[in-house]
């Protein structure tokens, strides 16, 4: 008599499956790991340029706005550890996989496909570095007050800091440059979310597409619109 309760042979065969840890070593679990922190802080970015645009309703509107964050009973804390955590892991998973991506092809190819999605995912490797170093000195300089410049830094006045600080031309072409960088890494970081998560149908890929560029334009235009309109005077 047959004897049920072994295990099939070809059950045995199979290997065991990956734990939480495992997972995370996969490529799949880090593609995974790189669109929820990407939509986190895409979700930020989102957040941030709406409250900063309050700086063309006046003075009263952004300062009250930046008060109001400040004095939120540590729900501030709780976002800022989060946002920390997304970064960090946004960055050290993005590390491990361009390894194993040039582990898997040490050949260069010979002949460079300018396709869009190559091209795309080549400015991921320059854009990120550069929005790494803009968020340094973007905390330096608005957060922390601590960048050289011909005014005094206040905590309690974020119009006059911003308006002070986008008067001296190199600094709005440090923040336009950054923003035209962080809207490629938007657009190509959006649009690889989708398809990492497995929404991806010959069906809805193009509206998914124009939505990557639609939101990459309205955050980059609209980031960018603020140092502009300093330097124009609109904003004084
Ligand atoms: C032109 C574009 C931007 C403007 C005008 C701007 C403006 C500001 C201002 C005024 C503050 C200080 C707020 C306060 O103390 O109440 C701030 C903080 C901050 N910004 Fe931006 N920002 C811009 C783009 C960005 C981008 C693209 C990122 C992310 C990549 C970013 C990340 C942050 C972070 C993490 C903080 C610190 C928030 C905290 O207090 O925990 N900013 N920004």
Known sequence: MANTTAPSRDLRALPAAPGPLGLLDSTIGQKIVMATTGAILVGFVLFHFIGNALIFAGPEAINDYSHLLHHS???????????????????????????????????????????????????????????????????AHLTFGVTPGPYQHSPED?????????????????????????GYHLFHGVWSMFQSLGINHSAYNPRIKHAAIGLALFITLGNISIPLSVLLGLVH
């Open 158 to 182: 974020v119009y006059s800091n911003l308006v002070n600080g986008f008067s001296i031309p190199w600094v709005s072409g440090l923040y336009i440059v950054s923003m035209l960088s962080l």
């Open 73 to 139: 009973h540590g729900l501030i804390w709780v976002a800022r550890a989060v946002l920390l955590l997304a970064v960090v892991l946004h960055i050290a998973t993005a590390l491990r996989l361009t390894a194993k991506n040039a582990s898997a092809r040490p050949q260069p190819y010979k002949v460079k496909r300018d396709i869009a999605t190559n091209y795309a995912a080549r400015t991921m490797v320059w854009s990120g570095p550069i929005l790494l170093g803009f968020l340094l000195y973007h905390l």
